[in-house]
Structure formats: C-alpha cells, structure tokens
C-alpha cells in the first residue's frame, strides 16, 4: 500500500489554459475526495465520490471545474479556462466507507495560474 | 453551517515541553466526528488523532491527546514532550456521521514551532 498519490505534483499554467489532476486513492478506498488550500488557510472541500457516484458538489465548484471517477478506481479534476484565482494546492483523499471513515491524504498539486 | 475555529495562529514550544492547541467548533449535531491533522512542510496531511463525539474518554495517541468538551464545543491537541519532528501547521476538522455528507471542514490551522 503506497497510500494515495497524485500527479502532477507542481503545474504552471497561462490564464485561460486547461488543466487536469489526477489521483490514485488507496486500494479498496471507496470514497475519494477532492479539497482546495490556499496559502495559509485549511482545506476547503470541492467534491467527492462514492465508488464511481459524485454524492456531492460543494458551491466552491465552478462550471468551469470538473471532476470525474470513471471506474471506481482513481480520479480526475479538470479546470477549464483557468484564472488566476484557481492557483491552489489541490489536495485528494479517500476513505473507506465504514466505521470512522477517516481520510488518508495526497501530496496534493500545486497550481499556478501566471 | 458547521464551522471550526482555531484562534492562535501561531506557536512555540521548547523542545522536550508540553504544549496546547485550541480549537473550537459549532454544530447543531449530536454525532459527529473531530479529528487533528499535521501538515508538515512537505505538505502531506497526516492524521494526529481522532475524537467520537459519543465517547466521553479523551483519545489519547502516545504523545498526542486532546481534550474534548462536548458542552462548550472544544477540542483541544496536547503534545507531550514535543519533539523537533512535531514542527507543522496543525489542523482541526470535524466531520458529521450521519447521511452521506462525509466532508471534512477545517479550521485555519495553526503554525507550531519547536524550539531546539
């Protein structure tokens, strides 16, 4: 078990471009959560899955963001047109669904939006 | 909304001391779960130690314990015989146990450093 993984781990990208995350939860996690940091302040939760089922959206979720889990297994978080700021750690972290449900984090990627 | 604050934002201790982080939260929940997380330079969030809210006994963790006072909605991280390696910004989250909302919601953090 090599815990949960996330690439890239540093993005530098030009306003207006497209980018995409992934993340590689802990085997047999069935939940995978995506957060936002910004410098100096906690985590705010963007979205999470259960298996392949987005159970929940928060508000900080933009249309221009988009996250997917196609087969239950790892997950991407797209952001279109970028803008300055969406520079962000982007963390990830899955659970597994019984007992204390506790959250194994990522690395997180580091974006930033020039 | 739930909401989680951590007052200090920042601390000191000597190393081999003893020191306490604050941190207070609203809910209008009866079940729920609080948890402290380390986030050390490299960035990666690590699980100190976790609190059920239906459990009146403080978790302890070896060096780490908290001290958990349902009535006034506190939760506070003790660290015991601080160690060079506990330098981190520290986080206080909470979590509801009932439905399908899972997410974690953390206070800003606070910055601990350890003095040699």
């Known amino acids: 078990d090599t815990g949960v993984s996330q690439n890239p781990r540093h993005k530098i990208t030009k306003r207006g471009q497209n980018v995409t995350f992934r993340c590689d939860p802990i085997?047999?996690?069935?939940?995978l959560y995506w957060y936002r940091q910004t410098l100096g302040q906690g985590p705010e939760f963007l979205t999470y899955?259960?298996?392949?089922?987005?159970?929940?959206k928060s508000r900080l979720l933009s249309d221009r963001f988009s996250a997917e889990r196609p087969k239950g297994s790892f997950s991407t978080l797209e952001i279109q047109r970028t803008e300055q700021g969406d520079s962000a750690m982007y963390l990830c972290?899955?659970?597994?669904?019984?007992?204390?449900?506790?959250?194994?984090f990522g690395p997180g990627t580091r974006l930033t939006v020039l | 909304a739930q909401t989680v604050t951590q007052s200090q934002p920042e601390m000191s201790v000597q190393e081999a001391e003893t020191v306490t982080l604050s941190c207070t939260y609203d809910?209008?929940?009866?079940?729920?779960?609080l948890f402290w997380y380390k986030q050390p330079p490299s960035r990666q969030m690590i699980l100190v130690i976790r609190?059920?809210?239906?459990?009146?006994q403080n978790a302890t963790e070896n060096r780490f314990s908290v001290n958990f006072q349902k009535a006034a909605k506190s939760f506070s991280l003790k660290i015991s015989d601080s160690q060079l390696g506990d330098a981190a910004m520290y986080f206080c989250?909470?979590?509801?146990?009932?439905?399908?909302?899972?997410?974690?919601?953390f206070g800003k953090g606070i910055t601990l450093s350890v003095r040699p």
């Open positions: 989250a909470y979590r509801i146990i009932t439905g399908a909302n899972s997410k974690l919601t």
């Open positions: 972290a899955s659970s597994l669904i019984w007992g204390a449900d506790t959250q194994y």
């Open positions: 085997s047999e996690h069935n939940r």
């Open positions: 899955f259960q298996n392949e089922a987005q159970l929940e």
């Open positions: 609190q059920e809210a239906y459990k009146q």
């Open positions: 809910t209008s929940e009866s079940d729920y779960y």
